[in-house]
């Protein structure tokens, strides 16, 4: 393991064998987690994100309820054997304490809180591996969350990372390509293309940016196609088992209500 | 840890149900009944042993249940500088995830995660159970096995499962091989072989150069490498030596009258049965059992009478759920050897 891996190799390939533009493997699994009204498991490649939703229901702390809205509380934990190294951080370490206030400003905009005034939304993220893109897995997840839980929203809410190597733009990174080369998250919503979060830390050129940015926005509409597919199976299976409409086997039932969406 | 609020009428239900003849549960168990237990060993890849472990979750939808994640990770310690301990050590972690516990505010938990904290490291940080390999270079570098668990769900008999999944990631963790390295100075005696170049690899117990004067075989072994960067390792010492947990729920409806103790109990016959006997024991195999760690929660007392044959039943169960735990254990490592084995049959 003496030789440095390049992030970006003269054949195209990145050190994970994938192309420039090529998205890590995504599996979502929307299965009941405890108690929890809505949780979602979402992995992007190594990176696996757990995020569970209660809400709305009565505040804890009644200080923080607001009169004609819900109010979001976000709290990220993350595993201590998460990483490579064995890091143990603590709920009120400060970049943990940034990653959920950029989530719940993130989801501000985007949950309709306007109907459910003087309570209160709790996600809970718990981040069990790590390998880059963790923002954007966190995000992801709590909008799967979030639908599972069957709170109303504008719209999905997808997220991904983008970097750029001198001048080759590549999307979602590994936490190889994260540490060498500047890199940006965006998050999108895909019905009307509009953003609901940018950020990023390292430095970039200003030509860059732009081409980086738009590819992005156009990820996101890809990783989207993901989140509806699986959230339409597990749907269709629960109707199914309800009984309230044919087992989702069926060849000829064509669903048209998530068509819109 | 009341975790769910029960009404006085509920408590009582719930109480003359255990002391009811035939006993009654909620779900039809008897006294002595755990909920099905699922065990998975290596779900963390990126950690030396891993395990998680649910009791009582529907294995269709994966509903409710107490699920730990439980992980072994080792890093190396520099002796020399003061971190660590000459011989290796071990450090334990819980943390519980506030999605186990909704309704508690964050200092509970952490007051929570703190009491759980401390059991399971005092029994396992403990110097009978340290294990032989934990050592690099005597007296320079050593590991230190941090096992962090993480309460995922919970509903009614966290602390068994808690050392049912620190067991297993133990049972799981491989440490990996070391060689020690030894720096020499090129030699400058006349007539030798050409300069050697200033580092050269020796294992610890062959010495090259023998002084005249060198009485003392001193190991100067000053660093270490892995000799196979892909090797897993070997296995933990100690298997036979890790305990397990049986918690023995006390159902009491008065201080004199019968006292009758019960496993396994959901979070409604927690709450209505707050006083229960925590009993870490071990079976080795050649010896007696060891009683490794015993504590009594929740309000309440009991005669030393009764702690005594509680101790005798709780060796009973514990012995079952260790033969269980042993026997699913042997069946991971197998499932998992021989997938590999066949993957590199196939390659």
Request: with cysteine; charged share 25%; glycine share 8%.
């Amino acid at each position: 393991m003496g030789s440095r891996v390049e992030v970006l190799n003269d054949g195209g390939f990145r050190s994970d064998g994938r192309r420039q533009y090529e998205l890590r493997d995504m599996t979502v699994d929307l299965s009941q987690q405890g108690v929890a009204d809505g949780s979602a498991v979402v992995t992007h490649g190594l990176t696996q994100v757990l995020v569970s939703v209660f809400g709305p229901r009565e505040a804890k702390m009644r200080s923080q309820t607001m009169h004609d809205r819900a109010n979001i509380n976000v709290e990220v934990s993350v595993a201590a054997f998460s990483t490579g190294e064995r890091r143990k951080r603590s709920r009120g370490d400060k970049r943990i304490l940034e990653m959920a206030a950029t989530i719940k400003s993130t989801f501000e905009p985007v949950v309709q809180t306007t109907l459910y005034p003087r309570s209160q939304i709790d996600i809970f993220v718990q981040v069990l591996q790590q390998d880059g893109g963790v923002l954007q897995a966190c995000i992801n997840a709590t909008t799967l969350a979030l639908v599972n839980a069957g709170i109303p929203l504008l719209d999905f809410v997808c997220a991904v990372t983008g970097g750029v190597l001198s001048t080759s733009p590549m999307l979602d990174l590994t936490l190889l390509e994260e540490n060498d080369i500047p890199h940006l998250t965006v998050a999108v919503m895909p019905k009307t293309g509009k953003v609901t979060l940018v950020t990023m830390e390292t430095r970039l050129h200003v030509d860059r940016f732009e081409e980086i940015f738009r590819l992005a926005g156009e990820a996101g509409k890809v990783i989207h196609a993901e989140m509806k597919a699986a959230v339409r199976e597990r749907t269709g299976r629960l109707v199914g088992a309800m009984g309230s409409g044919p087992r989702p086997t069926g060849g000829d039932f064509e669903d048209d209500a998530m068509d819109g969406v | 840890m009341a975790s769910v609020s029960t009404s006085k009428a509920e408590i009582s239900y719930i109480q003359s149900g255990l002391l009811s003849n035939p006993p009654l549960r909620a779900d039809g168990r008897a006294l002595h009944d755990f909920r099905t237990i699922n065990l998975e060993t290596g779900v963390v890849p990126l950690a030396n042993g891993s395990a998680h472990l649910s009791i009582g979750q529907n294995a269709h939808h994966g509903g409710n249940g107490t699920e730990v994640l439980s992980a072994a990770k080792l890093e190396v310690e520099n002796v020399e500088q003061g971190e660590g301990i000459d011989g290796g050590r071990i450090i334990c972690t819980v943390t519980c995830s506030p999605s186990a516990y909704p309704h508690l505010s964050s200092q509970a938990l952490e007051d929570l995660q703190y009491d759980m904290t401390t059991i399971l490291h005092e029994t396992f940080a403990h110097m009978s159970l340290l294990p032989k390999n934990l050592g690099i270079l005597p007296g320079k570098k050593s590991w230190t096995l941090y096992l962090d668990s993480v309460v995922l769900t919970d509903s009614g008999n966290t602390y068994d499962a808690l050392f049912m999944a620190a067991r297993a990631a133990l049972w799981d963790c491989k440490v990996p091989r070391t060689r020690s390295v030894e720096y020499k100075a090129p030699t400058a005696a006349p007539g030798s072989k050409a300069a050697e170049s200033g580092q050269m690899d020796v294992d610890l117990d062959v010495s090259v150069q023998k002084s005249g004067f060198d009485t003392m075989a001193i190991s100067h072994a000053v660093d270490f490498e892995l000799p196979d960067y892909w090797d897993e390792g070997e296995v933990l010492d100690g298997r036979e030596r890790w305990p397990v947990c049986v918690t023995l729920n006390v159902a009491a409806q008065s201080t004199k009258g019968p006292v009758v103790p019960y496993l396994d109990a959901i979070l409604q016959e927690e709450a209505a049965t707050p006083l229960r006997l925590l009993l870490v024991l071990s079976f080795p195999p050649g010896s007696s059992p060891n009683l490794h760690s015993m504590r009594l929660l929740g309000p309440g007392e009991l005669d030393l009478s009764q702690i005594r044959d509680f101790v005798t039943s709780g060796e009973k169960y514990a012995q079952k759920v260790w033969e269980g735990l042993n026997g699913k254990l042997k069946e991971e490592d197998l499932r998992r050897g021989q997938k590999a084995r066949d993957r590199f049959a196939r390659r």
